[in-house]
């Protein structure tokens, strides 16, 4: 089974970049890869000594910048650091105040060894390995489709494609009180739990990082974790 769910993410890194947007009316569905993507995937060139010096600089970036982030979620996607090689990637961090504020129930979740596949599954929300999504694209309006009742345009893309699966994306709020009054501030947010990115920087050759104050991965995933259950909690 681990073998599996280890095959299935590789595969879903391996999508074309054409498929790193989801329309704003796209339901959300499950990957469905091909045999011949599997057998590709699997048949994958040995990196070369600049692909890994690539892989590198991209792992140091992240363990200087985000070691919790780094440490905790993101280096439990198999061979992730190969598999960017030269090729466009984005990747969603939280920061190390994100982390610290996690639930501890959660973070022991996390870090046990008999959920290490559900962990893989978290980590691969916050990857997209068919390429370099900025924030102006996903802030990009479409001014093809009437405005909003408000007045408001459409986003041109209503999600993304993650390697763990699609995330919607929307426009971040402020002000308000108790979730009403609040306005559009300028800012973009992905997934359900409207995680806002906070600050994004170019990294490798063709990689971008965005900062996110929150995890990126839909709250449904928690409930595979609360199937082991911790003593204490």
């Known amino acids: 089974m681990m073998i ?10 391996a999508l074309p970049a054409a498929q790193a947007f989801t329309s704003p009316a796209a339901p959300v569905a499950r990957l469905h890869q091909r045999e011949n ?25 992240l363990q200087e910048n985000y070691p919790l982030f780094e440490s905790t979620i993101f280096s439990k996607i198999p061979n992730v650091y190969a598999s960017l090689k030269n090729e466009p990637f984005t990747i969603f961090c939280a920061s190390d ?13 996390i870090s046990d060894p008999r959920n290490v596949e ?22 990009r309006e479409d001014w093809t489709v009437p405005k909003t009742a408000d007045g408001v345009a459409a986003l041109s893309i209503g999600g993304v494609l993650t390697a763990g699966g699609e ?24 997934g359900n739990n ?19 104050d929150a995890l990126v991965a839909p709250d449904l995933i928690w409930r595979y974790f609360d199937q082991l259950r911790i003593p204490g909690f």
């Not at 095959?7 to 879903?12: E, F, G, R, T, V």
């Not at 057998?39 to 792992?59: K, M």
């Not at 995330?167 to 947010?189: I, N, P, Q, T, Y």
């Not at 906070?198 to 900062?211: L, R």
Request: proline share 2%; aromatic share 4%; hydrophobic share 40%.
């Open 4 to 13: 599996l769910s280890k095959l299935l993410i590789a595969a879903s890194m």
């Open 37 to 61: 993507t599997l057998l590709t995937v699997l048949s994958a060139e040995i990196p070369t000594t600049e692909d890994a010096q690539e892989g590198q600089a991209i792992r140091d970036f």
């Open 97 to 109: 105040a994100v982390m610290v504020d996690i639930d501890q129930k959660r973070k022991l979740q």
């Open 118 to 139: 559900i962990t893989e599954k978290l980590a691969s929300y916050h990857l997209i390995p068919t390429g370099k999504v900025t924030r102006e694209r996903l802030q």
């Open 167 to 190: 995330l919607r994306v929307g426009r971040s709020k402020s002000g308000g009180f108790m979730g009403f009054g609040a306005k559009e501030d300028g800012g973009v947010v992905i």
């Open 194 to 212: 409207d995680a806002k990115i906070v600050k994004s920087v170019n990294v490798g050759k063709e990689g971008i990082i965005h900062e996110v």
